[in-house]
């Protein structure tokens, strides 16, 4: 690892680009600037585009028509921090202990984003050119489900066009175990916003005789889960739900990581989730509703006895191919307002969301991409899907028509979106190996 | 009404004494320190005792062993003022708007209290003597239960001694109509914390395979309730429940109000609470679950994909003849350790509790009350109970077998313990000769 990689990651961690807070968007703005520099310096022509939202910023080398283009995303947005108290040190002075440095963003997304960019620097600084076509796309929302990308993609199509993606924000199954990543589970976001009385009540004078939000939004919650199944309750919800196949379950089972691992990782009492099937599959191949964020009344220190004035419930379901998210936030849409208790209104307002996304492992490019992590890392890939949602990998098949490598540095423990963030310098050392060993394979296949 | 007792008012309510806030308690004990020297410039005999929590303040005039002893009950202590921001004004700074004076406390109970002692003041001023033996009790922890209370009375229980307690800390069913109140509905409440990951997971990686304490939580809330019925789904929860009596239920129908009320106090879209009951039955004779607080996750701008590492949730039961809290208590942490969902741990804190009251409103001291109170306001008093909780006067017939007479002040649309609490200024100097009539009448009740 050289120092000045090192001081770079750190620079570019230092920023608190938080898109979901209206309040750091001077920060969001600060970082994408800080991009354009850093990639106009290491040769590349650059463009910051404003949207309607946080910039998209985009750089390209010098494109030939006999050479594969290969667009390579990142976002450079973070995820909020709090509860900033469980923080061991603060989010954004970023600090190093052994392997591994902790900041908001060092894994997602910023730290796998800056690998690949440096590699590119270190391919151009010592060849003057790249085996391929590049596109570096870079987003500042994608923690907000990237709003503004898919109209940005269509607007500039032709400028975008490629023949495959490639990202990184994605996991490795353990450490040096390269991980190519063919399936990401969809998301559909909302928010319940549940009013009773006009002002907070008294809950001796008034109690019994009105309906408490708190109370309702607890019902409203409750009702969305069978919970002796594990399964949710929405009428509809699993329809379109596909079931795994054979290969995936018996090769899942094979992996150095299973309900043991997610224990010690999640620090459970026990796990649970829906009946008959394990943890990998419940996270990976299987739908889920998940209360976000609950809040009525009085949470501070001690007791007032109100009946609060509203209630809020954030929500949202994770979805497994062939769910379509617009279609469950309606049927979430409809099971929340047959379920909403008498006595009060409520609120329904749906936010973002995106497909479930597949890719066969077995294409050119996928072979090509297994490759790269296997020259990276010594060792053959874990062919996996992963729970977490990036939507605009539908964007890019639905818009470009391009397939998209995923090809993760991220560990287990990595805490991404939660206190304590880190990421593994030997993975961030790997990160720019493998960009150059991607660029090359990709290159190749080509030919 | 004197501009100098308004003055004096405005002064009383700048203190924020908020009991229940660690962060508050120089406040409070200097608001201790301000009825001190008040009452003692008024010419009674004061001292200022220390508890393990807030001060007592205890004042007496010249006791004769020929005079019936009234003991007068107050609490200097306030409700939190939070949401803050649905205050039309600072909660400290009292604004006086037409009859009405807002400010924390002014209902609920510094003007009630502050009534009497001027009272008092007057008669002394006056006549130099009281036609009773008097003792001013003002504590600073009704709001959190008078933790300190009773073992205060139990070790001070012969300076203590009296015929009869008398506490304005209730309301008035309609302006202008007198109201005594013969009944209290008791209180409990518990707390429980809920755990489950170490952190905070991410939604997606995670998602599926843990509980959510977000979800368990709700999933807790909602088992408290059957929620057709609008009855509490507890195990004997309704065993030592009294039924209402018919007089009573009668009595009640005929007051100036009722369900149209009960919308226009509380706003609510509609009203909702236990089948076969009036909405007065259901807040003065039927016993509750209410959540007061419950929280988990993100809940701020904007979305969070977590589950969240913890929850919380806050109960209180409001308690009727002849409930015990610590029944119900034991009761409900039953119920809760059976409800919990699976893959968590769960802790519940028993809080502050009080025994439900009611008392024969036809006894002498009782017809004394109601004298005093048509005296006051000119016409015949309604007999009502209510909702809310004084746990102390169950303390005051338990350690010193003295019987309580509430003779409340506080209109129906005073918002105790919500944003914009406010007091009517015609019932503060009402509340004056009150407490006048009152003495006069509990001593020619003695002669």
Partial sequence: MEQADLDTLVEFLRFPSISTDSASRGHVNDCADWLVDRLKRGGLDVEKHPTPGHPVVLAKNNHRPDRKTVMIYGHYDVQPVDPLELWDHPPFEPHIEGDRIFARGSTDNKGQLLAHLLGVEKTLAASRDLPVNLIFLFEGEEEIGSPNLE????????????????????????????????????????????????????????????????????????????????????????????????????????????????????????????????????VWGRPTAEVNGIGAGYQGEGSKTVIPAEAMLKLSFRLVPDQDPKDVMALAQQHLEAACPAGLTMEIEMGHHGKPYKVDPHNAFGKAAQHALETTFGKTPALIREGGSIPIVQSFKDVLAADTLLLGLALPDCRAHAPNENFSLENFAAGIRLNQNLLEALAAEAS
């Fill in 151 to 282: 109209p940005f993609l269509k607007e500039h199509a032709e400028t975008l066009a490629c023949d495959v993606v490639a990202i990184s924000d994605t996991g490795m199954v353990a450490p040096g175990v390269p991980t190519f990543t063919y399936g990401l589970r969809g998301i559909a976001c909302l928010e319940v916003a549940l009013k009773g009385p006009s002002t907070d009540l008294h809950s001796g004078i008034y109690g019994g005789a009105v309906a408490n939000p708190a109370t309702a939004v607890a019902q409203l919650a409750a009702s969305l889960h069978d919970r002796l199944a594990g399964r949710v309750r929405i009428e509809g919800f699993y329809d379109r739900v596909a079931p795994l196949e054979d290969w995936e379950s018996e090769a899942w089972a094979a992996l150095p990581m299973g309900d043991k691992e997610m224990v010690e990782l999640t620090g459970v009492p026990t796990l649970y989730g829906e009946e008959g099937y394990s943890s990998l599959e419940r």
